[in-house]
Structures are given as structure tokens and as C-alpha cells.
């Protein structure tokens, strides 16, 4: 896990040293200073509301430091933050249904980020927009009879940037997320994020909290709708992801009771 390609916001990060040291703690030499209390790192798994969130961090961050409290860009693993900044850390981070999240992640690369971000295609991105021009195309790609031609269409995903980091890029296997329940502090469904939030956020060390005047929300203009064929075909190549994913949750209702 070497790319560590950032993207272009629609809106400049402020200059701010709570801000830089949150953002950037992940990629000092040893990691950041020893603390007394276990630091909280936000796993970022993309398409899971993730810039709504950092944004949020990032204006409250100017109003009151949480000095504990990190960003773990969506190339790093669980395991990795451990190596990082210790095995004690808190892990934070949102749940989003594993199917949605590949079809909102494919679609994010197939409009180059936009609306909040303008990230040109790889190489590798631009081969597969030309093999598989739309969704449907590479969703009947991994759902063909042929085995050399499913083949393909998982290499195409895998060395996309966004689509395959998913919850088994982050945990590496179910057991990885198993073994990493009690580390979570903050393990919200998506689906409850804006009616749960002051719940998010003090689980993120803000106890109190301001909302920005216009956070960023990085969501496509229509969501496509699959046939209940693609959408069973995405669920067989993500039987890895959904088990891992449903792990998570069934840990989230324990963690944050309805």
C-alpha cells in the first residue's frame, strides 16, 4: 500500500497547525509523540461520507485542538494505524452497505471526483472507462460465463484507486476484523449519520461541536438503480466485503444502541 495520491478539494485547507498535525500525524518518521490517553484515529473508507466528516473535524479543529486525534488516509489498513501510532489507538470510521459503496466509488472515478474534487484518471483508470464505458459493462464483465473475461474485470478493479478499498482492503480478511472490535470507538451506519452526529462527534473527542457553515458532501447528482441480476452479481464478488461489513454492524448496534 504505497499510493498515497491526494486529491484536489474544490476549497483550500486552511493553514492551521491543528489541522496539519490531524491530517498528516499518519506520515511522520515514527509516528506522532507518546501521549497519555490512546490517540483516535478515523479510518477513512471512501464513499462513506468521509469528506463530510473531515470537514467537520477540520472547522472544529480551529476552535478547539483535539490533540489525540488523527486522520488515517483510505490507502492505510487497521493494522497499519497500529503500527502507527500504537496498538491502543481508538479506530473510528463509518458504515456503508459494501454494494453502494463499490457503485458510488466506481461512478466517483467515472466523473474524476467531481463534484468536490477534480482527480484525473490513472493510466489503469483510463484503460478500464475505455473496456467497460459504464457500470452495467463491468458488472457483466464480472458476472460472465467466461472466466478469462471475469478475470479481467477483477484485475481492472483492483488497480482502480477508490472502488477496492473497502473493508477488506482496511481489515485484510474477517478475522483482521474481528480481532479489531474492541480497538473501534466509533462505528456508525451512514444511514444514521446526520441524525446521530453529535454522537459521532463526541466519539471523536468533540464534545461540543459547531457545523460548518457548508461542509463538504462529495455525492453524485443521481445514484444509478441496479437489476436485482447486477446487484446479486456485485454481491457474489463482494462476499468478502459484506461479511466483513456485517461484522462491523452487528458490532455498531452494540456500540451505539439505537
Not at 478515523?42 to 472544529?60: E, M
Request: glycine share 4%; aromatic share 8%.
Amino acid at each position: 500500500m504505497t499510493d498515497k495520491t491526494s486529491s484536489p478539494r474544490t476549497r483550500a485547507l486552511p493553514d492551521h497547525p491543528a489541522v496539519f498535525r490531524f491530517l498528516s500525524g499518519h506520515s511522520h518518521a515514527g509516528g506522532p509523540p507518546q501521549r497519555d490517553t490512546p490517540p483516535i484515529v478515523f479510518l477513512h473508507i471512501p464513499k462513506t461520507a468521509g469528506s463530510y466528516l473531515i470537514d467537520l473535524i477540520v472547522h472544529n479543529l480551529q476552535i478547539a485542538d483535539r490533540p489525540d486525534l488523527f486522520y488515517a488516509p483510505h490507502w492505510m489498513s487497521a493494522a497499519r494505524t497500529a503500527e502507527l501510532f500504537g496498538p491502543d489507538r481508538r479506530l473510528a470510521l463509518i458504515l456503508r452497505d459494501p454494494v453502494d459503496r463499490f457503485v458510488s466509488a466506481f461512478q466517483s472515478r467515472h466523473r474524476q471526483g467531481a463534484p468536490a474534487y477534480d482527480t484525473p484518471w490513472t493510466d489503469h483508470e483510463a484503460r478500464v472507462f475505455r473496456d467497460y464505458p459504464d457500470l452495467d459493462a463491468l458488472i457483466d464483465a464480472l458476472g460472465s460465463l467466461w472466466p478469462k473475461r471475469r478475470r479481467a474485470a477483477v484485475a481492472a478493479v483492483a488497480g482502480m484507486t477508490l472502488v477496492p478499498r473497502d473493508y477488506t482492503h482496511a481489515f485484510g480478511s474477517l478475522t483482521g476484523a474481528q480481532t479489531s472490535l474492541e480497538a473501534l470507538s466509533l462505528c456508525l451506519p451512514m444511514a444514521r449519520l446526520d441524525r446521530d452526529l453529535g454522537l459521532a462527534m463526541t466519539a471523536l473527542g468533540f464534545e461540543r461541536f459547531e457545523m460548518a457553515e457548508r461542509p463538504l458532501r462529495n455525492m453524485a447528482p443521481t445514484r444509478p438503480t441496479l437489476s436485482p441480476r447486477r446487484r446479486s452479481i456485485l454481491e457474489r464478488h463482494l462476499a468478502e466485503d459484506i461479511a466483513i461489513h456485517d461484522v462491523l454492524h452487528q458490532h455498531a448496534t452494540r456500540l451505539h444502541p439505537e
